[in-house]
T-cell receptor, first 117, second 114 residues
């Protein structure tokens, strides 16, 4: 069974640009979460989507946004990039039933490493 | 705000030594608890989890963790480590009903020498 796939794996942008990252969850997983990982702040929750709806959001500015498509694939977008947005962005999927808020295990992708110059 | 503290940032052990990694969280309500591991060059993967029931949970590769509610702790243990346990270990907390919003600790880098 294929794991969580994130693209691109590496990218370099300059300040002020925007970036879109993509995540394909494990087949059958309808929940997709996004996390930002930096040396200084560690792993921080960005948002979670289930059935194309954002169910939870972390404490990030509005420049960070996301969406989920009907096939459960998800994208996240960061607009007006700042140097501090340089990070590893991790996507995680999980099998979650509609009437349960969590199932206990997140399956992480290898991440998209963003460098902002 | 809720937080997760991992007491040791770097741990160095010899093979066959025992391991205990500390994890404490700050939240007075019901929580779900996790330990994730990241081996060199690999993605994060679940080591073990606690939702309810027996506070002593067993995970993969001989790891176990004990939830002590009164101490807000969820320490990870392994009686005898191997070189292949070299990795970074993350403790994480999810508030019950938290829609997969995990609050992670800063991580502990474990190096096991043969």
């Amino acid at each position: 069974k294929a794991g969580v796939t994130q693209t691109p794996r590496y990218l370099i942008k300059t300040r002020g640009q925007q970036v879109t990252l993509s995540c394909s969850p494990i087949s059958g997983h309808r929940s997709v979460s996004w996390y930002q990982q930096t040396p200084g702040q560690g792993l921080q929750f960005l948002f979670e989507y289930f059935s194309e709806t954002q169910r939870n959001k972390g404490n990030f500015p509005g420049r960070f946004s996301g969406r989920q498509f009907s096939n459960s694939r998800s994208e996240m977008n960061v607009s007006t990039l700042e140097l501090g947005d340089s990070a590893l962005y991790l996507c995680a999927s999980s099998f979650r039933l509609a009437n349960r808020r969590n199932t206990g295990e997140l399956f992480f992708g290898e991440g998209s490493r963003l460098t902002v110059l | 705000a809720q937080s997760v503290s991992q007491h040791n940032h770097h741990v160095i052990l010899s093979e066959a030594a025992s391991l205990e990694l500390g994890c404490n969280y700050s939240y007075g309500g019901t929580v779900n608890l996790f330990w994730y591991v990241q081996y060199p060059g690999q993605h994060l993967q679940l080591l073990l989890k606690y939702f309810s029931g027996d506070p002593l949970v067993k995970g993969i590769k001989g790891f176990e963790a004990e939830f002590i509610k009164s101490k807000f702790s969820f320490n990870l243990r392994k009686p005898s480590v191997q070189w292949s346990d070299t990795a970074e270990y993350f403790c994480a907390v999810e508030l019950s009903g938290g829609y997969n919003k995990l609050i992670f600790g800063a991580g502990t880098r474990l190096a096991v020498h043969p």
